[in-house]
């Protein structure tokens, strides 16, 4: 089978919590009300509804995994995994890609229309955890009358996602491929969020939330771009990418843009802005900060789960380093659960996630595969 | 030989460049004249000047190294390894430990005076780069009547100093120990730096550099400091100190300070900015950006030197990884260079340089040992 592209595809929006009965119970004690979803399909769903998989996106991105919006001409973020014949393939599964609430792109967030003011909600907006975003996921796989998902799949944040859908609703997941993932953050990983945050709160344009319509903290969400983008690559990458190249050839012995590295960081910062909402950025890393799916909280003691696991993580990813989770996959083995853990090597770090595909497919298909033909070691 | 204090000590100025003819003819082609550097002594120089040994320091730090000032409780910053009977023992060695140019603990920098207006420089100081320090450490040193250092010695940007004295003035040093450090940085460390350097100059306080009399920039300078003490630190110091405690017992489901880590931080960089002056963050950082003292930069073919080394790197340093110090030690082998390499196994990542001083107290004072018997595989 060739691998194809879907070709156009389009974000669709799912509403739910019409009046406060139907609200999202959040972690916080807070009710939301409604609540929109942005999502994406590919494939077509079988009659028996068994072939459904779940992707789920990292801080920065949205729906659009897969195939292209009419008239733009890069694809979606995991267009070189799924697709016709790809590793989540289109031809035999069908594929949502959800968003994430608290996002800005086209979910209900911080941007979002308080209709309790007719603002946009800004630091009104009630605190979301990863918890709840499971829980509003799971609102729309059951509008698709989905009673278990194929396989829920996602890298970085996608993979706390992936976990904490095993903690909330194991039996509604029958495979999971969570990548270069935790199911807690270190204190590193607070610590790198932090700062990101605190960019953006102490730049005064920043307003306490309240910049709708005015000027945004632009200063603060480049400055946490920038930061964030080291922390994608590895020491590796950015030698190979950039080294220590000159942009004009000799040191202007200022503090202007002189080596690469440095113009690529700037550019990168101040395109983020134009794409991303700094409340957003500030409630999405809160939520990951919060997220601890570990050891009891994944699986209870003596609880029995018949998901299989394909774990795998990238021997450069230094932000979401190895050990976090094949600590992750010892503890499934542990409890008799059906896990393969593959470490992949890469000098990408954790941009590998998104650029390692060759590999991620081989190992991705082979698993579904198996699971598709209930062989293997799982109960 | 128990171990002492030095007891009160207290930073002196020097002053040089009374006239245009005796500026500091700095790299990017300007002169600087007058030049003060801050420095403190410890010990007494012997009869013949062989006994002194010259102390570089970190970015943040400054020439009060060891001993106390009056009416203070900490001491300097490396007492552990300055003081009768240390690594660095004043009973037999006179210790200059030397603040570089561009800062703002005693020395000309951009907080400094203007001759030219009477007002403080800002961004009219030029820039003043590794090697400029080092020139203007020469002088420093010239002053003392000293023909030859017995030994350079410096961590992290102090061991660049190091590095850059035996590429200009190798006859000057007869043993050099360049700790935790690199003969030039990686596009990571560029990359860092350029993320506080952008922190500091966006936020609109920093006025381009005119501030002085005004409100400072301690927002971005904070964001910056709060970057730095993350790269000082490892994963595993952070996890033995923070792991993922909360001050409260609880979140707070906001942005509040709720992990320990991020109470750390904002409290590290607030107490920054009242130590530190932001332009000579920017300068400093940036001459450690130009530093390239790499392989015919040291030592160019065919030169012989007869400066004894020893290279120390700690495991964890993920700021300046281990490979960056032995890429030194494997060229200053090749050429022939009495050299002794050792990596301490440590948890502290960057920080050990300034914690594990047991372990290179042992190290330092064995090498020191067997340069000043002449003994060893030195030529």
């Keep these: ?218 200063n603060g969400l480049s400055i946490a771009r920038m930061l964030g983008h080291i922390t994608y690559m590895s020491e590796a990458s950015m030698e190979d990418k950039f080294s220590r190249k000159l942009r004009k050839g000799n040191f202007s012995f200022s503090f202007d843009t002189d080596f690469e590295v440095e113009g690529y960081l700037n550019y990168n910062g101040k395109a983020f802005v134009k794409r991303f909402d700094a409340n957003s950025y500030l409630y999405i890393t809160r939520a990951m900060n919060y997220c601890d799916v570990s050891k009891e909280k994944l699986i209870p003691p003596g609880k029995e789960i018949d998901t299989a696991f394909l774990l795998i993580a990238f021997k450069s990813d230094w932000l979401y380093p190895t050990w976090q989770i094949k600590e992750v996959a010892q503890f499934l083995m542990s409890c008799h659960v059906d896990t393969t853990y593959c470490e992949i090597k890469s000098t990408y770090g954790h941009d590998a996630f998104l650029l390692e595909f060759e590999e991620e497919t081989r190992l991705v298909k082979h698993f579904l595969k198996r699971i598709a033909h209930g062989t293997g070691n799982s109960k």
């Design 1 to 218: 089978m060739t691998k194809g592209s879907l070709g156009i595809v389009e974000t669709r929006q799912f509403t739910f919590g019409y009046t406060p009965e139907d609200a999202l119970e959040l972690e916080c004690g807070q009710k939301l009300f409604p609540v929109t979803l942005a999502y994406e399909t590919y494939g077509e769903l079988n009659k028996d509804k068994s072939n459904a998989i779940l992707i789920c996106h990292t801080l920065t991105s949205d729906a659009h995994a897969a195939g292209y919006h009419e008239g733009h001409e890069r694809p979606g973020w995991w267009d070189d995994m799924i697709g016709p014949g790809k590793a989540f393939d289109t031809d035999k599964y069908f594929v949502i890609s959800s968003n994430v609430i608290g996002g800005c792109k086209g979910s209900t967030g911080p941007s979002s229309e308080n209709p309790a003011t007719g603002k946009p909600y800004g630091l009104d907006f009630p605190m979301t955890t990863v918890v709840d975003w499971v829980n509003s996921q799971k609102r729309l796989v059951d509008s698709f009358g989905i009673k278990k998902l194929f396989s829920v799949s996602g890298g970085s944040m996608g993979g706390m996602q992936v976990l904490q859908w095993i903690a909330l609703y194991p039996e509604m997941v029958r495979s999971a491929i969570p990548i270069a993932t935790a199911w807690k953050q270190s204190p590193q990983q607070l610590a790198l969020d932090e700062v990101g945050r605190q960019a953006i709160m102490k730049d005064p344009d920043w307003n306490n939330g309240a910049y709708y319509g005015k000027a945004i903290p632009e």
